[in-house]
């Protein structure tokens, strides 16, 4: 837990990569009156914020569920080998990701520069996650 207020709170997640390096885990919560005047802390959406990382299913138990995973996607397929070299993922590994962990939407970002064409990454991943869509710059999501 890196913060906690009465709305929010924020959570470190272990990522894969060459460097240490962490997402985040961000959870919305509200308060609910008992009958016993007393209060209850009740989560009502939480997301997820995944980049710099190789494929790793370690996250899972910590992002099962999430209404919106934001997940590096720097490759494609056909660069997979690069791809764990470098300790980055494949737009179809975030797929994976988000389909085992049965999230709601998938955001892809991070991309390869030598990946010009953004809507290659959304036809790797969409087969897998049909919930996915590209992050572009000043695009904005409904979370």
Known sequence: ????????????????????????????????????????????????????????EKILPIIEGVSTLYHESTFLQSMAERSKEVKHSTAADAATIAQKAKVGKLILGHYSARVEDHSLFLNEAKPIFGNTVLAEENLVFDL
């Not at 460097?19 to 802390?41: A, Q, Y």
């Open 1 to 56: 837990m890196i913060y906690e207020d009465r709305t929010v709170s924020v959570e470190t997640i272990p990522l894969k990569h060459g460097v240490p390096t962490c997402g985040f885990l961000f959870k919305e919560t509200h308060r609910i009156r008992k009958e016993d005047g007393s209060f209850d802390r009740v989560t009502t959406k939480r997301y997820a914020y995944c980049s710099d990382t190789q494929y790793s």
